[in-house]
C-alpha cells in the first residue's frame, strides 16, 4: 500500500472530491482525518468509509473553516494528537458563479476566507506540526485559467488564481523544510457544488451548458469525484517525493483545447 504509515487531514473531505479522496487514502493505508462543517454529513461519511475494506483509521472534526475558531481547531487536534501529519489535502472550497456587476462584498469575503485565508492560515498553523517529507494538496480548479461562456466567474476564478500562485511561492519556501506543495486542477466533476451552481439556471441555459461541455471535453464526459483520487494518492506518496510547485490538470483534457 502506498500510503502506509502516513498520517492525512482533507479538508471538506465528508462530500464530493474530498471524500473520494479520503476514499483512496484509507485503501491505500492512510489513517485519515476528515475536516466539514455539517456533523451529520461527517457521520454518514465516517460510516461509509469505515464500512468499506481499509486498514486506517478514520477520525472527524466538524469546524468551519471560513473561520479562525474553526481553523484553531484543526490546528488544535493534530498538535494534541502528538503524531505529525504526512499529507494535507486544502479541498474545502466554495464556487460563486455571479456576474462580475452583482458580486457582492460578503461573497467576496466568504469566498476569499475559504478558498484562501484558510489555506494560507490553515497550512501555517499546523506547520510545526508537518512531518519532513509531507505533502501539501491544494485542491484548485480549471476555472483559474480557463471560463466558460455564460458562467460568470470573476470571483471563484480570481480565488483559484489565487490558491496556485500560493502553492508556488509555498513550495519555493517550504521545500527546504522537505515540504512538497502542488496542486489538482480538477475540471467539471459532479459533486453537490456543481449541482448547486447549475439546478438554479433556466431549462434552456441548462441543456446549452450541457451541450458545450459534451462537445468540450476530449474525453467525451465531466468528471466523477473519484477521477480525482488516483492524482492525490501519487502527489501524497513518496512516489512523487521530487515533485513540487505543479499545479496538475484532471480534467479529462479539457484545458488542452
Ligand atoms: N465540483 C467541481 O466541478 C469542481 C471543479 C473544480 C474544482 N473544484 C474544487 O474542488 C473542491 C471540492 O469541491 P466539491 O465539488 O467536492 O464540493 P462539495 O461536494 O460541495 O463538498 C465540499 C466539502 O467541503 C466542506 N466544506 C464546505 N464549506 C466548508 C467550510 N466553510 N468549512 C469546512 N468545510 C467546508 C463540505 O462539508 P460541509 O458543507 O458540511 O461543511 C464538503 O465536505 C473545492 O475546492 C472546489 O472549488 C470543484
Known sequence: MRLNNKRALITGGSDGIGLAIAEAFLREGADITIVGRDPGKLQAAHDSLTGARADGTVETLSADLATGIGIEAVVELVKRSGRPLDILVNNAGVAFLVPFADVTEVQFQQSFALNVMAVFFLTQGLMPHLATGASVINISSY???????????????????????????????????????NAIA???????????????????????????????YPLGRIGRPDDL?????????????????????????????
Open 143 to 181: 476555472f483559474a485559467n480557463k471560463m466558460i461562456p455564460k458562467r460568470p466567474s470573476s470571483l471563484y476564478s480570481l480565488s483559484k488564481g489565487a490558491l496556485n500562485s500560493l502553492t508556488k511561492s509555498l513550495a519555493f519556501e517550504l521545500g527546504p523544510r522537505g515540504i512538497r506543495v
Open 186 to 216: 480538477p475540471g467539471t466533476v459532479d459533486t453537490a457544488m456543481r449541482r448547486r451552481t447549475v439546478d438554479n439556471l433556466p431549462a434552456e441555459a441548462k441543456a446549452e451548458l450541457k451541450a458545450y461541455v459534451e462537445r468540450s
Open 229 to 257: 483520487a488516483g492524482m492525490a494518492v501519487h502527489l501524497a506518496s513518496d512516489e512523487a517525493a521530487w515533485t513540487s510547485g505543479g499545479i496538475f490538470a484532471v480534467d479529462g483534457g479539457y484545458t488542452a483545447g
